[in-house]
């Protein structure tokens, strides 16, 4: 059954209604094959660029629809229910777009931007490096200019959409200061030296590929510095704060999903003559996968409406982040139980879910890192 939602609007319902229709017809009925295939979705980003859900959150002006994140992360939840991959990719997307979006000049704006949220360019975004993750001020990728370039050099490591995107706003160190000598460059996909590694071999979102990407030399002209020399590691935190309710909202999706199927299937499967949602032992095992979804629902939007308001959110972003995720790992495991044996095969889509739950605990700082987040703000 689909989530009950208290919308804003008549129009952000009806945007929240093609949305629906969208994953329903176009985004579910591939993730299975997709995802067994390891192929990468594509067509259906610029599918989502024509109808207007990759720039939801950013202004009409450059071809965005200056929606608020409370709706914006709702949509998000809808397609990740749908097909986690493409809903991951959808969140990644948003945050690449985020530097330029705010840190921009309007000349830079007024080139890029409109084809990143039209879907004719996707988007990628390279902060972490293989020993830089948690600690992400200790990135090594260096840029020196040369000229009216930069050139580049380091391996960037776990990047969504490598190999596959268009763009990749990447970090970089201009300076020697630990966290002030990082800069942020709009990396076109086509530069020379650019290159990226053999896809990694995940144990899910498989139809999302994942590489390193290699810089060897490679020349970024200096009119792709966004902000200014420096800004770099500001621009990247404050992407990750709002990338983290995207997350919180993927996770929000596919634990719906789960808890739908699990459903689903009790409701159609009988044992000593009754359905086994009547039985006390799964009945309640899903009353309680039921309470952890609405209430990490509660945690995303409650961040998203103080983002709206221009409150402060950050420490409502990482509980959002690690409610949301921690739940939808415990949420998918629960379904494969209900399941029973059905639930450990391909046939049904929750071993699937199961295995695609797991990594959003660790990416976009991990939860380990939320706590460390959460307990300074106190």
Not at 124 to 153: I, P
Request: hydrophobic share 45%; net charge negative; charged share 20%.
């Amino acid at each position: 059954m689909p989530a009950e939602r208290l919308l804003p609007s008549t129009e952000a319902a009806d945007l929240l209604a093609l949305t629906r229709e969208i994953a329903t017809r176009e985004l579910a009925p591939l993730a299975a094959e997709y995802e067994e295939q390891g192929r990468f979705p594509r067509e259906q980003f610029r599918l989502l660029g024509r109808s207007g859900l990759l720039g939801l959150p950013y202004p009409e002006r450059w071809g965005g629809s200056a929606l608020p994140y409370e709706v914006y992360l709702q949509v998000l939840e809808e397609i990740a229910g749908a097909w986690m991959s493409v809903g991951v990719g959808l969140s990644v997307h948003t945050m690449s777009c985020y530097a330029l979006a705010e840190h921009g000049t309007d000349a830079q704006r007024e080139r890029w931007l409109p084809d990143m949220l039209a879907g004719d360019l996707l988007g990628a975004y390279a902060l972490s490096e293989s020993q830089s993750g948690s600690d992400a001020a200790a990135l090594s990728t260096k840029a020196v200019l040369d000229g009216d370039a930069y050139r580049v050099n380091g391996t960037k490591a776990w990047i969504t959409h490598g190999g596959q995107a268009d763009f990749y706003t990447t970090m970089v160190r201009t300076g020697s200061d630990r966290t002030r000598g990082i800069s942020c460059l709009l990396v076109d996909a086509a530069t020379p030296g650019l290159s990226a590694a053999a896809p990694e071999r995940k144990m899910g979102l498989t139809g999302s590929t994942t590489t390193q990407m290699i810089f060897a030399d490679a020349l970024v002209p200096t009119d792709r510095l966004l902000g200014a020399e420096g800004d770099g590691f500001r621009i990247a935190l404050t992407a990750l704060n709002s990338g983290r309710l995207g997350i919180a909202a993927c996770a929000v999706g596919l634990a719906q999903a789960a808890l739908d199927e699990a459903v689903a299937y009790a409701r159609g499967r009988s044992q000593f003559g009754r359905a086994i949602i009547e039985f006390q032992g799964i009945e309640f095992l899903l009353a309680d996968m039921a309470a952890a979804v609405e209430s990490a629902r509660a945690t995303y939007l409650d961040a998203a409406r103080r983002r709206d308001r221009g409150m402060p959110f950050v420490r409502q972003a990482s509980v959002a982040k690690l409610v949301a995720t921690d739940t939808a790992m415990k949420v998918t495991t629960d379904a494969v139980q209900v399941l029973g044996g059905a639930g450990y095969t391909r046939d049904f889509p929750v071993e699937r879910y199961m295995r695609e739950a797991k990594v959003p605990q660790i990416f976009e700082g991990t939860n380990q890192i939320q706590r460390v987040v959460i307990a300074r703000n106190l």
